[in-house]
Each structure stands twice: as C-alpha cells, then as structure tokens.
C-alpha cells in the first residue's frame, strides 16, 4: 500500500498518523457545539462491485474523517432509489437501499463464497452504472438470501425475527410493494391490476401466497441493511463521528409509501395525484419548477399524517445523530400545484402545518429539549419561515458559493452575516463543485451571464483574500471553517478539488446525475492533514465547546 494513503480500517498505521493528532476524539457532538465534517454519499465511496456501499470503504472513510478530526459525515438519503436514480425519488421512506448492502460482509458471514464473487469485476470504478450495479448485486444477494433461509438459526434466526417484529408497520406493506413491483416488471403501483392498486384485502392476500419467496427475501435484505447500518454506525461513533442523514419532506408517487396510505395524500379514485409540489417562478425560473411529488393533506387528515411522519422521525434518527430537513419552507407554506398543469405557474400557496406539527413530533418521539434536525430554508424565506424554525432552535443553512453574486439572499450567505446557529456549506449536492463553479462560464443558471460569472469571482476573490483562485477551493473551506456557524461540512469534491465532471446532481436534467465516485487512493495523509490543520485552527476538533447562544437569526 502507498504510504500517502490512510490504512485500512482499524489498522491504524502509527508511523504515518497525521501530527497533532489527539490519542482519542471526543464523543459523538451535538449541532449545537462547534464542530465540522464531509458530504459524502456512500454510493459515492470506492469498491469493486460497482457503487460504494456500506463495507471495508465506508469504514476506510470514517478512519480517513477521524484523521482528519473531522466530527461528522454526512450523507443524502438512503432508501431505495426510483426514478432516474434519485435518493430523493425513494421507493420508500423507511426502508435502506439494498444496493449499499456490503457483499464481502455476507462472504464473511458464510452467506456467499469468495469464489462465487470471483476476482475483478468489470463493472466501471469512477461512475455507477446503477443497472449493472443491481443486476449483479441482486444475483448475489439471492444467493445469499438462499443460504440465510436454509441456515439461519439460534441467535441469528432469532435477531430477523424480532427485526421483522420491530418494524412490521412499514416492514410487510414494503416487501410486499417491492415483491408485486418485481413481478409486474418494476412498472408503478398505478398501473398494476385494479385489486392490487387499490389495496383490495383478497388481492393482496393472494399476492402474499403467490409471491411469498420473494416478499421473504426482501426482508432478509431490510434485515441485513438494519444489521450493517448498526455496526457502521458504531463504528463511527467510537471514532468520535456522528451521522447526518437527509429527509425529503415529500415522497415519490411509485412509493411503498403513497400505496400503503392513499388516503394522507391528495389523490383521485384511480389513485392519481390531484395535486402536485413544487415551487414557483422566481428569480432562476420564468416557470417555476414542478417537482410532481403527491401532496399531504395535513389539515383535513392532520392526526393520521403527524402520526405517520411522527414513525418517519422515530426510523430515520434511529439511524442518524442529526438529520437535514428537506425543503423546510414547505413546513411553514407550500405551492401547490393542479397536477394537469404542464409547468408550476399556475399555483398557489397552501398554509403548511406549522408549530403544531412539531409540537406533535417532539411529544411522539419523546424529546424534551431540541430536535437533532438542520432546517434547509433555501428559497422564499419568508418571516414566518424564519419565526417557525427559530421557535424549535434549529440551524438554518448558509451557502457559501451563493454569498458572491446576484442571489437574492446572496447577503446572509455571507461569513460576517452567519448566527452561530447554522450549517454552513461550500456547497451541496446540487451544486457545481466550487472549482467547477469558479471557472466554469454560466454556471448553474441560465440567467448567469459570462459578464455575471466574472463579477462573482472578483468578488469572492476580493472577500476571501484570494489571489488569482487557483486553490479556491481550499479558499472556500478555509473561510466556512474560520465562520461563527457551529457547524461547518464540505462534499468531498471540493476537498478534492474537483472541477465540473465530479458533480453529484444538475437539477433539471433525468440522466446521468448521482453517478459520481471517488478513488481509495485520494484518502491520503496529506489530504488529512491539511484539513486536520484547519480543524485545530478554528476550534472545530473537540478542543473547544461552540455554543448555540449568539446573534440566532
């Protein structure tokens, strides 16, 4: 092994530790203490089977965060992907994607053999191919599927089934939807037969029998998920790294989810959105963006829908220490959409649920003090947005990529203009990587002309110090690591410096986005060092306490 490169995991190499390093990070932090960490999915970490997955890689990767005194990784969500691949189009909102499922851990199990896995795959290692990712993955899986329902017994046997007992509120309905799905060639619930897409009891019970194998083996692989999530969480939290996960506010149409509970969304008969998210047309869009997502209805079956997201908080922070409320607006007041409508021009703003509903979840799940969540409140902030997150405490985020040109909220993206109650990125997943950002013409929006993009980097060239941006993207961490805001997280592709090629999503686009996949070999001790430096620096290392107290809004 190259001796740049950190070692494997749980082999630390005390030769090659970066200096400086404390003989044991603290506890996992909290979002109100000072602290900083990656944005990282793991089907973006290395491997031989074709997407990163939650193995010898992911573990690699916590040891290279911990070198780095890094306290948190973050991740997008981790259900099940549907269309166009989204972690965000999620098949479901409970249950974990099986492709992320780690097969050397099932050979090791005694689940597969090593000769059945064979040596180098020919699937590509710098993107995921999703389709051949799954078709070899699921072959795999089925077998060793099969060898778990021939051998399991005792203490193993015992642990699937208090599992399936656990999470039988979400667990049969799923497998049963993934089951009827598979045998109807992956096509959406809406167009199965009539008695299964409206949840008929004898319809569904005849499927249960028919497909009862396959029902079977999709919960051996929740089982087997739930079990390799555990012990990558553990982990991570006896390296001092806590988790941050991702919860859409809405859920995808062709999910378990909308097919199990019809009547929380607005629907017709046939089982057909009447309304539809989104959001209006603004400053980067003459005709919004129409995101097509069902919509709840949140006051007219108000207790069913708390109560269901109530279990949707109660599952995802059994996973995570902290969690990124998506679209946290949408909460507050939200555009709705006639689902006949070919754009989102024609919409309207629906009062969202408001304090109630966080009031319900922190009674449901039991917290007396703050919730673990981070607020994404980028778009129409309004002062009830504002007010709504400030009630519960929770972090809003700040973008620094948009601090510097004709943005709208372009002044509180600003490192002098951050409350230390916030999250502050460089940039997210549906960014252009900082260096791809900076150099590229046009950038993200069309309305971003050459003469626009050239304004921007004198700017931020001016307000970082930068000399001429050919290390911009260690211009930027520095600046969000050196920011009042708690918590400060960068992606991976601008630790990397990456350029456009590297990006994880381009909104608007169907194909080709979420594909994007690092090398092991770019884990190296000098990367580690050089941001552990920065860590020590600004007090984000453990060393010192941040506070949530401060200028908050």
Same mark, same amino acid.
């Given at each position: 092994?190259?001796?740049?490169?950190?070692?494997?995991?749980?082999?630390?190499?005390?030769?090659?530790?970066?200096?400086?390093?404390?003989?044991?990070?603290?506890?996992?932090?909290?979002?109100?203490?000072?602290?900083?960490?990656?944005?990282?999915?793991?089907?973006?970490?290395?491997?031989?089977?074709?997407?990163?997955?939650?193995?010898?890689?992911?573990?690699?990767?916590?040891?290279?965060?911990?070198?780095?005194? /890094?306290?948190?990784?973050?991740?997008?969500?981790?259900?099940?992907?549907?269309?166009?691949?989204?972690?965000?189009?999620?098949?479901?909102?409970?249950?974990?994607?099986?492709?992320?499922?780690?097969?050397?851990?099932?050979?090791?199990?005694?689940?597969?053999?090593?000769?059945?896995?064979?040596?180098?795959?020919?699937?590509?290692?710098?993107?995921?191919?999703?389709?051949?990712?799954?078709?070899?993955?699921?072959?795999?899986?089925?077998?060793?599927?099969?060898?778990?329902?021939?051998?399991?017994?005792?203490?193993?046997?015992?642990?699937?089934?208090?599992?399936?007992?656990?999470?039988?509120?979400?667990?049969?309905?799923?497998?049963?939807?993934?089951?009827?799905?598979?045998?109807?060639?992956?096509?959406?619930?809406?167009?199965?037969?009539?008695?299964?897409?409206?949840?008929?009891?004898? #319809?569904?019970?005849?499927?249960?029998?028919?497909?009862?194998?396959?029902?079977?083996?999709?919960?051996?692989?929740?089982?087997?998920?739930?079990?390799?999530?555990?012990?990558?969480?553990?982990?991570?939290?006896?390296?001092?790294?806590?988790?941050?996960?991702?919860?859409?506010?809405?859920?995808?149409?062709?999910?378990?989810?909308?097919?199990?509970?019809?009547?929380?969304?607005?629907?017709?008969?046939?089982?057909?959105?009447?309304?539809?998210?989104?959001?209006?047309?603004?400053?980067?869009?003459?005709?919004?963006?129409?995101?097509?997502?069902?919509?709840?209805?949140?006051?007219?079956?108000?207790?069913?829908?708390?109560?269901?997201?109530?279990?949707?908080?109660?599952?995802?922070?059994?996973?995570?220490?902290?969690?990124?409320?998506?679209?946290?607006?949408?909460?507050?007041?939200?555009?709705?959409?006639?689902?006949?409508?070919?754009?989102?021009?024609?919409?309207?703003?629906?009062?969202?649920?408001?304090?109630?509903?966080?009031?319900?979840?922190?009674?449901?799940?039991?917290?007396?003090?703050?919730?673990?969540?981070?607020?994404?409140?980028?778009?129409?902030?309004?002062?009830?947005?504002?007010?709504?997150?400030?009630?519960?405490?929770?972090?809003?985020?700040?973008?620094?990529?948009?601090?510097?040109?004709?943005?709208?909220?372009?002044?509180?993206?600003?490192?002098?203009?951050?409350?230390?109650?916030?999250?502050?990125?460089?940039?997210?997943?549906?960014?252009?990587?900082?260096?791809?950002?900076?150099?590229?013409?046009?950038?993200? /929006?069309?309305?971003?002309?050459?003469?626009?993009?050239?304004?921007?980097?004198?700017?931020?060239?001016?307000?970082?110090?930068?000399?001429?941006?050919?290390?911009?993207?260690?211009?930027?961490?520095?600046?969000?690591?050196?920011?009042?805001?708690?918590?400060?997280?960068?992606?991976?592709?601008?630790?990397?410096?990456?350029?456009?090629? #590297?990006?994880?999503?381009?909104?608007?686009?169907?194909?080709?986005?979420?594909?994007?996949?690092?090398?092991?070999?770019?884990?190296?001790?000098?990367?580690?060092?050089?941001?552990?430096?920065?860590?020590?620096?600004?007090?984000?290392?453990?060393?010192?306490?941040?506070?949530?107290?401060?200028?908050?809004?």
């Amino acid at each position: 092994m190259d001796e740049n490169h950190i070692g494997q995991p749980g082999q630390p190499d005390q030769a090659n530790q970066p200096p400086n390093q404390p003989p044991s990070l603290p506890s996992v932090p909290r979002l109100s203490q000072r602290a900083s960490g990656v944005l990282l999915h793991p089907t973006s970490l290395p491997g031989p089977y074709g997407v990163g997955d939650l193995g010898a890689a992911a573990r690699h990767f916590i040891d290279f965060l911990a070198a780095a005194q /890094q306290r948190w990784w973050q991740m997008l969500p981790i259900g099940p992907v549907g269309y166009g691949n989204s972690p965000y189009s999620a098949l479901s909102a409970f249950a974990g994607n099986p492709l992320l499922i780690c097969l050397d851990r099932l050979a090791e199990e005694g689940l597969l053999s090593r000769s059945a896995l064979g040596g180098p795959t020919d699937l590509p290692h710098e993107r995921v191919d999703y389709e051949r990712a799954a078709r070899y993955r699921m072959e795999h899986l089925r077998t060793a599927f099969a060898a778990f329902r021939a051998n399991a017994e005792g203490p193993e046997r015992r642990s699937y089934e208090a599992f399936c007992a656990r999470e039988r509120h979400w667990l049969d309905d799923f497998t049963l939807y993934a089951a009827i799905k598979s045998a109807h060639r992956e096509t959406a619930w809406a167009v199965w037969p009539e008695g299964l897409r409206l949840r008929d009891p004898a #319809a569904l019970e005849g499927a249960r029998r028919e497909l009862d194998e396959n029902v079977e083996f999709h919960r051996f692989l929740q089982y087997q998920f739930n079990k390799e999530w555990e012990q990558l969480r553990a982990y991570a939290h006896g390296r001092g790294v806590g988790l941050i996960g991702d919860l859409p506010i809405f859920v995808s149409h062709d999910s378990a989810d909308v097919w199990q509970k019809r009547h929380l969304f607005s629907l017709d008969e046939g089982g057909m959105p009447k309304v539809i998210s989104g959001v209006p047309p603004d400053y980067f869009s003459a005709t919004g963006q129409r995101w097509g997502n069902p919509l709840y209805l949140w006051h007219s079956r108000r207790r069913e829908v708390y109560a269901w997201w109530t279990e949707r908080f109660r599952t995802t922070l059994a996973r995570f220490d902290a969690v990124r409320l998506d679209h946290f607006i949408g909460f507050q007041r939200y555009w709705e959409i006639p689902a006949h409508e070919p754009t989102a021009v024609r919409g309207r703003w629906m009062k969202g649920p408001g304090a109630r509903f966080f009031k319900y979840v922190k009674k449901g799940l039991g917290v007396r003090g703050t919730l673990p969540l981070i607020a994404e409140d980028l778009g129409c902030v309004t002062p009830a947005v504002t007010a709504l997150r400030e009630r519960f405490r929770l972090p809003g985020i700040r973008l620094l990529q948009f601090a510097f040109g004709t943005d709208p909220q372009a002044p509180t993206f600003l490192p002098h203009a951050y409350p230390r109650r916030a999250v502050v990125y460089t940039g997210t997943h549906d960014n252009d990587t900082t260096v791809g950002w900076f150099n590229e013409a046009g950038g993200d /929006q069309s309305t971003r002309t050459t003469e626009d993009t050239e304004k921007e980097r004198r700017a931020a060239l001016a307000y970082l110090g930068a000399s001429d941006g050919k290390s911009i993207h260690w211009d930027m961490i520095r600046t969000v690591q050196a920011s009042v805001a708690n918590t400060a997280i960068v992606p991976m592709q601008d630790l990397l410096g990456l350029g456009s090629e #590297a990006r994880m999503n381009r909104p608007g686009l169907a194909t080709g986005n979420w594909e994007w996949r690092f090398r092991k070999s770019d884990l190296t001790h000098e990367l580690a060092d050089r941001l552990g430096s920065l860590t020590r620096i600004y007090g984000r290392n453990g060393s010192q306490s941040g506070t949530s107290g401060g200028r908050s809004h």
